[in-house]
């Protein structure tokens, strides 16, 4: 006998999203008889609904939402994942129980995503939220000032419209797989998660499903193949195009243009020494890893953080707030701590306060289908000098000088679903990427070549000298003369005494520009976001308002839409 499968009346307490999910589950469970239909029934009516916002930049905290989701969901709970860009603050109201995760870039900012609910959240008029229950995850990186900024702002924003906070706020450094854990665990049971299914560890698991292959957790040792520098002679900067093998059988690393790698670094050896002077150690002894007992050397080298000092071992060198000397603001990296420390801890204890070494994430410059077994990186080499010590980015200066020599480096493959080339081929591209910022669009250039991409392709480049610094320029003067690249428009800032950006060149070229737009082109940046970001956005929106003829409110909601319509894409760091 065929029973219909029931479905949830519109009037339950639960989101358009969570209605769609309970009813799939009716229609899963459902086994035909009455009696087994009522069990399912009944069981779906004791979910608890749970709205999972995820606020991202490069993947990170979907990637996380969706784990949330899966624990949630074995617990008891009807989870909905739903993008901040989806979400007003109207639609809070109608959420009981909401988990948020986001992540904070440039200058303590929020994801492009989530900037409109950041700002809707912090304006006066914001409505109340007095039924909302809440718990926030914030993703961030310990080596910026403003850490976690955008949790930390999501978390006063909802309690200051009347939400209850069921659980702290979790605050996540790069090493963020345990506290994420912990947090969702401790979270979940506060909002009431049913008893832990049988069988399964009281902590949540949320270890990637690709952890049987390589992944973050077990990178993959890629041969180096290249290390080139791209810069002339004369160029105050040094960028250099590495090129790794991912042909290896059972490396089964597959990426997509747009997507970024994560290389695991390793620590300067001049850097490492200096350290063991300081400690007044040999590199012999032996001291706790996560990977075990390893000689203090090479724990320093391959395994630990040596950036900014973390407050555990400012505490174990005696540096408390009341007692930190008026140098205290030169203690920019580890070796600073450590020089002006009088007491000198044990190698053990000095590296049980450090933080592990964190994968750097590098936009690719590569396309799969025009370089198949291999990724490309563009990346710029981080030197300065700080207090009287040369310094070095990490992870550039390994890539460098040392990664050709070493023969290998641990290289994972981070997805970047918000970062595409058109899926539609005709359509237009409009890319915008000074220094660096080329790498992603290489990648998009290259492919759209492999597939002959019938779309007109337009490309903003700058830097500082055109005879030392034009990047690539062989292969972007190849494209051009193939038809591949439409435009090439350039900036070089000092070759002439005022200095000329991308965003003169947009502006410049406004009323074309416009009307690629309007052709349906999309719009794409990469780069520093703090500065270069912020001028390229700003332009746009004089662009609109000129050629389109548009006051500054309708320029800003036709900006919106192209946002909305995910045609306008930024990779910014």
Known sequence: MSVSVPQLPSSAPFTEEQRAWLNGFLAGLFSGTPSSASASVASAAQLVPLTILYATQTGTAESLAKKAAKAAASRGFAPAVLDAESVSTESLQSFSNLLLITSTYGDGEPPDSAKALHAALAADSAPALASLRFSVCALGDTNYTLFCQAGKDFDTYLEKRGATRVHPRADCDTDYDQPFETWLHAALAAFGASSTPANEPAVVRTAPAEDSGYSKSRPFPAPVLTVRRLNAPGSAKEVNHVEFDLSAAGSALAYEAGDALGVIPQNCPELVADILAALGADGEEAVPTKSGELPLRRALTECFDLGKPTPALLDLLGFSDASLPPSASRLHHVIDALLAATAKPSPSAFASALKPIAPR????????????????????????????????????????????????????????????????????????????????????????????????????????????????????????????LTRLDLAFSRDQPEKIYVQHRMLEHAAELYAWLEQGAHFYVCGDASRMAKDVDAALHQVVQIAGSKTAEEAAAYVQSLKSAKRYQRDVY
């Open 361 to 484: 994430l590098y936009s690719i410059s590569s396309s799969p289908k025009a370089h198949p077994g291999q990724v490309h990186l563009t990346v710029g080499a981080v030197r300065y000098e700080l207090n009287g010590r040369p310094r070095k980015g990490a992870c550039s200066t390994f890539l460098a000088e040392r990664a050709l020599s070493l023969g290998k480096v641990g290289v994972f493959v981070h997805s970047n679903k918000a970062f595409r080339p058109p899926a539609d081929p005709t359509l237009p591209m409009i890319m915008v990427g000074p220094g660096t910022g080329i790498a992603p669009f290489r990648a998009f250039l290259h492919e759209r070549a492999a597939t002959a991409a019938p779309g007109k392709n337009w490309l903003f480049f700058g830097d500082q000298k055109a005879a030392a610094d034009f990047l690539y320029a062989d292969e972007l003067h190849a494209l051009r003369a193939s038809g591949i």
